[in-house]
Structure formats: structure tokens, C-alpha cells
């Protein structure tokens, strides 16, 4: 349910309410007097008046809504054999879609929406959250190509349309980042080897010079023992 419906449906129900609670007052409860005086009241009359409206309003809405509402096409015909008729039904078309979507484990099919008329004319939508950072453009199509051949061996060539929606945009990363990514790492790696160079020889030249001193010192032992 959208925001704008769920609004209409709280004015709704608070509109009955109102209207049916400031009426029945007026005939059940210890306070009939009372609510009879305040629709001598020009702003609680007009209150009154405004709730039945919308009341009634609301009333006819839900009227045309069960008298007209379009029927839920549960099953779809795909085929027909020898007399017979082969149907798939839409929660199967959801799965082979959310199946399709996260075969190679990178994406999460979080909402399937399929709309179908008893004789065909698919139309799928699917709701794609990725797991990790890919690029929009190209999974898109990847996911787009194998959807229409998925659902084909479904649904055959009832399939009209399909459409992508991802989600998450912080997982998305544009044409072009990782090159970038990629140069900076290759520019930041030479750098780190030169300042690695010049600490190297001084840790040699210090060990060469403690091994001289200890040759220097050895051949005094002897004159000593002398």
C-alpha cells in the first residue's frame, strides 16, 4: 500500500468514527443533552457535516472498487495440447525469475512483482539488491538476457516485458572506478618502493662494520698469550 492510499484510508476511518460517535451520542449515554447542544455550535456542525462526506465518499470508493476491481489472474495459459491447456502459475514465474537473479551469488532477488492477463502478456518486474559492488550497467544487461531466456523456457513467448530496479545504491560503483582505483594503487606502489630502497644499504653498511670490528679484535689474543 502507498503512502497515498494509507492517508486516504486513516481519513477514512477517522471520518466514520467521528461522524458515527457525535450521532450516536445524541441517542445512547448519559451525555444525550450535552452532545445535542454543540450542534447548535456552527464549527462542530460543519465537522460533523465534512465526516459524513467523506464517510460517503469513501463509502462509494470502496463500492466501485468491489464492483469493478479487476479480477487476480492467477494462472496463466501458456499452451495448449491435444485440447488441453498447460498453465504456470505466477508465484512459479516469481521463482524461476528470483532463481535466474541469484544464481552466481552476487544479487538478491528482494521483491518479484508479476503482471499477467489469463492469456498471456507477462510482465515482470524484479527488485535487485547486490551484495557486493558491481557495475550497474553491465549486470544489468547480464541479468536482463538471462531473464528473458529463463522465463522463456517458462512461460514460452508470453513474455512481454521485463524490468530491473536496483537498490542500495551505496553497493553501486560507476564505469570507470576501479580504473582509477587501480592507477592510484600502481602510482602508490612505486613510491613506497623508493623510500624502501635507501634503508636497505645503511642496514648493510652496519653490518659490515660490526663485522670488521670483530676481525680487527681477534688477532690481539695471540700477542696477549705471548
Not at 467523506?54 to 469493478?68: N, Q
Not at 544464481?103 to 532477488?109: F, I, L, M, P, V
Request: proline share 4%; hydrophobic share 45%; net charge negative.
Amino acid at each position: 500500500m502507498s503512502g497515498l492510499k494509507r492517508l486516504c484510508m486513516v481519513v477514512f476511518v477517522l471520518a466514520c468514527a467521528f461522524s458515527l460517535a457525535s450521532l450516536a451520542l445524541t441517542w445512547f449515554g448519559p451525555w444525550t443533552k450535552e452532545a445535542s447542544v454543540l450542534f447548535n455550535l456552527e464549527p462542530y456542525t460543519v465537522a460533523v457535516l465534512a465526516s459524513l462526506a467523506v464517510s460517503a465518499l469513501g463509502l462509494l470508493v470502496l463500492l466501485g472498487r468491489a464492483l469493478f476491481a479487476r479480477r487476480t489472474v492467477r494462472t496463466v495459459e501458456i499452451a495448449t495440447v491435444d485440447g488441453g491447456v498447460i498453465s504456470v502459475t505466477r508465484d512459479a514465474i516469481a521463482a524461476q525469475a528470483s532463481h535466474i537473479v541469484e544464481a552466481d551469488g552476487t544479487c538478491t532477488a528482494s521483491r518479484v512483482r508479476v503482471d499477467a492477463k489469463a492469456r498471456g502478456h507477462i510482465r515482470v518486474h524484479v527488485r535487485v539488491l547486490p551484495h557486493e559492488t558491481v557495475d550497474v550497467v553491465v549486470k544489468g544487461a547480464e541479468l536482463h538476457e538471462e531473464l528473458i531466456d529463463g522465463l522463456a523456457a517458462v512461460c514460452g513467448d508470453k513474455v512481454e516485458d521485463v524490468s530491473l530496479e536496483f537498490v542500495e545504491p551505496e553497493s553501486v560503483t560507476l564505469a570507470g572506478g576501479e580504473d582509477e582505483a587501480e592507477g592510484g594503487a600502481a602510482a602508490k606502489e612505486p613510491a613506497v618502493k623508493e623510500a624502501k630502497e635507501p634503508v636497505a644499504p645503511a642496514r648493510k653498511q652496519d653490518a659490515t662494520t660490526s663485522e670488521i670490528t670483530v676481525s680487527m679484535s681477534a688477532p690481539r689474543e695471540p700477542e696477549k698469550e705471548a
